[in-house]
């Protein structure tokens, strides 16, 4: 089965970028999606089509996509986006999500 | 705005089945939209279960997609005239107890864009 692969967990300071990658085979020729899930909150979608933000997320979410890695971006991370944040990928008519990434923001 | 809300036994018996359901307001569940069922184990990722597509014709059971790791065990279903939609899972074991969410999705590329806050069914003998 196919499986989208994520660190565990990442730690920056605000203001800085953060970056949080997304692994799968050939994930390039799929679409990719992110959501933030703040805690005890419902996810969000922030990403969709590899790097379209829907409307009411911020500019400083951003997203790119190679061969076999998606990643997402958060330029100047603010403490707000101290979250989870998961990637998801469509496997033909399955959907499959990343483990998730917890962001500290300290 | 689309709103959703799930709504079941919080307390399913070991064995037994689970049953959930979504009730969508401020807008109509036969719109060709992906109607989905994703959960999350306690302090754990997402994991989804599956997602319905109906455009309201009657006798049409819709589109339906299932994880196949649940496949066997899992249904879920659309009530157009109630404007809810349905998830039951049988044969449920302690791994089945999981934060439940409904959440609302244009299909591929698009993601799901609208969730429910998710409701907490726990099996237990």
């Known amino acids: 089965s196919y499986e989208l692969t994520q660190p565990t967990s990442v730690s920056v300071s605000p203001g800085q970028t953060t970056t949080i990658t997304c692994s799968g085979d050939k994930l390039g020729d799929k679409y990719t999606c992110w959501y933030q899930q703040r805690p005890g909150q419902s996810p969000v979608l922030v990403i969709y089509?590899?790097?379209k933000r829907p409307s009411g997320i911020p500019e400083r979410f951003s997203a790119s996509i190679s061969a076999d890695t998606a990643t997402l971006t958060i330029t100047g991370t603010q403490t707000m986006d101290e979250a989870d944040y998961y990637c998801q990928a469509w496997d033909s008519s399955t959907v499959i999500f990343g483990g998730g990434t917890k962001l500290t923001v300290l | 705005q689309v709103q959703l809300q799930e709504s079941g036994p919080g307390l399913v018996k070991t064995s037994g089945t689970l049953s959930l359901s979504c009730a969508v307001s401020g807008g109509s569940i036969a719109s060709n939209k992906w109607w989905s069922w994703v959960r999350q184990t306690p302090g754990k990722g997402l994991e989804w279960i599956g997602e319905i597509s109906h455009d309201g014709r009657v006798w049409h059971s819709g589109r339906i997609n299932y994880n196949p790791s649940l496949k066997g065990r899992v249904t879920i279903s659309i009530d157009n005239s109630k404007n809810q939609f349905s998830l039951t899972l049988t044969s449920v074991t302690a791994a089945d107890t999981a934060v439940y969410y409904c959440?609302?999705?244009?299909?591929?590329?698009?993601?799901?864009?609208?969730w429910g806050q998710g409701t907490l069914v726990t099996v237990s003998s």
């Open positions: 089509q590899d790097s």
């Open positions: 959440s609302r999705g244009s299909g591929k590329p698009f993601g799901y864009d609208n």
